[in-house]
């Protein structure tokens, strides 16, 4: 067994699993965080995109032992209990998702994303999701809403920083 | 079979030193105000502009599926829950000789096998019964399941399916949809044809409309099989609990269709059969039918426990359904000016191994083939054929799409040959208001040729060619 | 995925005293990314997989007496924003940028890229045209060899058993030389090359000549490629775009692609005539801008 101790969602959590756990399997069968996805399996489809570190990697292509030590951001990290992450309403408000599978993935994505720029440029958000497939075909609207998004954090960010 | 086994397997399958206090970290957001929806009915006339279009509606689900918090079945579990996998045939055509499942029985974790012998009624589809859940005496295509293993683990299952022994006596296959129309070609059921179903149109008189015309065009188009690819694969879960009653949670878009399938394939009343159609991650005409919900149901009887099965991503593409591959030969006679007098459309469906919703989207691919053109002299002829291959089903157009291509480049074909501009000659033969179909259906509210004139000018179709 | 030993090297010596301990068929996880989809259906698991992940000496990019080394645990994010690499080889930047998605790059390495040897692999031809050599560690030490000699054949490299890959070297006398790399897939993310493409050249300021021209091409034959004759033709030549034209063209015809269900191997060579010419422009663009920048 490999024993892992990492922070999950800004909580430690241990856990002792086989070790040809995924980062994916030790995430939604032994702590119970079901909301990224098993797509495709070898790193194509992009639902079960989490962030490590700061930087969006697909969860299925990872070792639990990997992770030992690090820091997970899942999408149940994004929402506090009064309100919605900025990315995850205007991904509500656009209707960015139809069946919502890929959803999960394409919001952390985007989370990478804006974490390191709070105005990216239409192709750099496409080229951000560029491995989150979309099999209903809405990657305009997910485009628009993480426009909203950036937007809405600039704008917090600049209160913050107003005197 | 006792659940407790002295391998090494057993350290793996047991995580009571995992904390599970899964709950601490799926925090709910605080309920925001709902938007309010316009509630007053309207009945808009024909044509009419309703109000609701350019007006902005979120979806119901659109939250849930942003926090990660949307259960789709495999973000479901229960207590003793089992993992089904599926061995594939990964031959053609064969007939099975003998299949030997001890060594998978007895290995630690298996809980339960089951092969093609053990479904009480082995046939299914939606309109002929002809594909088999699980395959007993025969295989038709590579991606054919020929047994099951319910296990503790989806690992130890999948192990457990290595030591499931099938021999196999291989037989004459047949791949391509041409070929397996003529005489002798292998017949992938065995019957007298691979045709297993046509439809035919007919309108006036093609061969006077061919040599009335001032020039006939033939050409052939082709389109090649396509998976749904739905991001969420085909998942299941089902319990057959200790008073009989069978309930299966599932992705299948027609859960009262599956319902009958359900209660023939297990030979077991339809009151007993509870079907739960969960929130499905795409269908797009995949998931109309039963696929591993049978199999799932049969071994969470042999166990007691309930089972769950979810497809790999290969799977997906060996043995779901997928979109048929059409060979189009399209023979069009037109005037000088353009006007299309007759049209002759050959079309081969390949179906692969079964029929699936073959019928059904054979039928919209022959009336669509014409197009929307007003043609006086039309001959169609559509078949699908069985060719040991994926089958082919729904997807998202029935067979329109297939035949749209071809007859839309057969148009820009004709126009170039003619010198007419590729707009114009639609204009010259489009549907109006009134027009009948190929099948005589009169047709109301046409706007084919307003809609292209106003798309025409919307990308300057006009500018960008002079 | 069936059970094997996970271990965790601390660098690149421990690693490699691992090797030597679990044999030949432990495996080396560096970004995973190939590995994991590997080890998802091989039909036997490998007795260990080794986790280099944590070896920091390999991961540095910095300029040396060697000239750029570039650690084989770099990710391709990491290349695309070593402020090393980042304005000063456009080439390495694109060529990382089209590997994957994020998701891959931010996991998968260059060492991985470079082992796992196969023959759409993009980051090959950029390094090649600057004539990267590798170093590879092994039990009896460290050796060194060209790059374009490291890729022996399809997913076949000259690493021995026991032997890891450990740091990638631009030699100082390519330090700063501009190059262009071009890859064309079916798709803008997440597609293997149908071919690539890159060249560098230096640009006499004086006779806007090329000196010493390399040109290297990726998926159109067994391994990574050198184009000597589109090489020979442009040394000393006049930079004209009709020079790069033509240098495209017998490039073309240099290469041996195939036939597949991507693209035709016709495809193949148009495709090589083009994006050559393109990668020659390319690396003019960095030379004339690097002229500018001296000049200020």
Known sequence: MTDVVLRVNGRERKASVPPETTLLQLLREHLGLTGSKLGCDVGDCGAC????????????????????????????GLATRDRLHPIQRAFEERASLQCGFCGPGSIMSAKALLDENLDPTPQEIRDALAGNLCRCTGYTKMIEAIQDAARELRTEKSARTAP | MPDTFETKKQEKTVVTDVPREAGVDLRLPAVVPAVPYPIETLVPQVNQQTPAVGQRVTRPDGRMHGLGQTKYIDDMSFPGMLHAKIKRAGIASARIVR?????????????????????????????????????????FHAGDGVAAVAALTEQIALDALEKVKVEYEPLPAVFDPVEALQESSHKVHGTDTNVYAKKTIRKGDVERGFAQADHVFENRFSTQMVEHVSLEPHAAIADWDANGRVTIWCT?????????????????????????????GGNFGGKNEITQEPVLALLSKK????????????????????????????????????????????????????????????????????????????????????????????MRGFGAPQVCFAYESHMDDIAKALGIDPLEIRLRNAFGEGSASPTGQVLHSVVVKESLLKAAERFGWKEGRS | MKGFEFVSAKDARHAVALMAEYGPKAKILAGGTDLLVDLKSVPEAPPAVIDITRAAD???????????????????????????IRDRYPALVDAAHSIGAIQTRSLGTLGGNLVTAVPSLDSGPALVALEARVTIAGAGGSREMPLIEFFVGPRRTALKAGELLVDVVIPKKNLGKPAGFQKFGLRKGQALALVNSAASFWLDPAKKVFVDPCIALGAVAPTVIRAPKAEAYLAGKKVTPEAMAEAGRIAAGEAKPISDFRASADYRRDLIAVLTKRSLEGALAVAERNQKESRK
Not at chain 2, 111 to 138: C, H, K, W
């Open chain 2, 99 to 139: 299949i030997d499942t001890s060594a998978a029985e007895a290995m630690p974790g298996v809980m339960a096998v089951v092969t093609g012998r053990d479904i009480p009624v082995n046939s299914f589809g939606p309109s002929y019964q002809d594909q088999p859940v699980l395959a007993d005496e025969r295989v």
């Open chain 2, 303 to 394: 166990t007691g426990r309930p089972v769950k099965g979810v497809y790999s991503r290969g799977e997906e593409f060996t043995s779901t359904t997928t979109r048929h591959p059409i060979i189009m030969d399209y023979k069009t006679g037109v005037t000088k000016d353009g006007k299309i007098i007759a049209r002759k459309v050959r079309l081969v469906l390949d179906g692969g191994a079964y029929c699936s919703w073959s019928e059904t989207t054979l039928g919209k691919a022959a009336i669509l083939s014409a197009g929307p053109y007003n043609i006086e002299n039309l001959d169609v002829e559509a078949y699908v054929v069985y060719t040991n291959k994926t089958m082919t089903g729904a």
């Open chain 1, 49 to 76: 995109t989490v962030i490590v570190d700061g930087k969006a990697v697909n969860s299925c292509l990872m070792l639990a032992g990997q992770v030992d030590g690090r820091e997970v951001l899942t999408i149940e």
């Open chain 2, 252 to 280: 299948i878009g027609r859960i009262t269709l599956a319902r009958g399938d359900m209660a023939r394939t297990l030979k077991h009343p339809m009151s007993r059969i509870r079907m739960v159609g969960t929130v499905v």
């Open chain 3, 58 to 84: 390999m991961k540095e990019i910095k300029v040396t007496d060697r000239g750029l080394v570039i650690g084989a645990l770099a990710t391709h994010g990491e290349i695309m924003s070593s402020p090393e």
